[in-house]
């Protein structure tokens, strides 16, 4: 399986700072996918991130809110712009890789935001 | 409408015990693939299993099995021999549009799995 690093694993925010999160796959993948994960809730997926474009945003979140930059082929990074309480999640990269028997997603450890 | 349907917020088993736990899902595609993860108190999502809308037979990999009924639309993972480690919160998720890896997951509720001694 691949290896996904993200940064970092929890923190703790204050209200109104921004904070970047990064995710490192140990191989070239075209599409890394971000999702938010609200204590006690299902993952939701915030945008897809592929190199070279624009992310794409699901309905309900903004550019503006969560910036990402997707430099390469191995690396993207989240931004939670202007953090509220309401954003305290945990907040995941994946990615889809090629097995002999099918793609799979796999995700990283996950970043825990606590904003207070 | 919900694509994934987990309909167990949480399931109680006890250690060796079997333990199935529900999912349906509904889609137009033809082609798609359906997924389950566990995931620890430490907030990781862990890769169980994986079953393609074509495979023809029942994916299996270790103790997890995925019961795949493709005219029911459920796909409910079995989990044989649980152990305590078995304790998790269980996600079933679907991609559509098939195995091109550029679209990403729907993920169902989950269900709370608590193994008993």
């Known amino acids: 399986s691949a290896v996904i690093s993200q940064k970092p694993s929890r923190d703790i925010c204050q209200r109104g700072t921004s904070l970047t999160i990064q995710c490192q796959v140990d191989?070239?993948?075209?599409?890394m996918f971000w999702y938010r994960q609200q204590p006690g809730q299902s993952l939701t997926l915030i945008a897809t991130a592929n190199q070279g474009s624009e992310a794409t945003y699901e309905s309900g979140f903004v550019i503006d809110k969560f910036p990402i930059s997707r430099p390469n082929l191995t690396f993207s990074t989240l931004t939670v712009s202007n953090m509220s309480p309401e954003d305290s999640s945990i907040y995941l990269c994946?990615?889809?890789?090629?097995?002999?028997?099918?793609?799979?997603?796999?995700f990283g450890e996950g970043s825990w935001l606590t904003v207070v | 409408a919900q694509k994934i349907t987990q309909t167990q917020p949480g399931m109680f088993v006890q250690e060796k015990e079997a333990v199935t736990l529900d999912c349906t899902y509904d889609t137009s595609d033809q082609s798609y693939g359906l997924f389950w993860y566990k995931q620890p108190s430490s907030g990781e999502m862990i890769f169980l299993i994986y079953q393609g809308s074509y495979d023809e037979q029942n994916a299996t990999e270790g103790r997890y099995s995925l019961n795949f009924q493709k005219a029911r639309k459920s796909a409910n993972l079995v989990i044989s021999a649980s152990q305590l480690g078995d304790s998790a919160m269980y996600f079933c998720a679907m991609r559509e549009g098939g195995n091109s890896g550029n679209t990403p997951l729907v993920f169902g509720k989950g269900t709370r799995l608590s193994v008993i001694a």
């Open positions: 191989s070239q993948v075209t599409m």
């Open positions: 994946s990615v889809s890789l090629d097995k002999s028997s099918g793609n799979t997603i796999y």
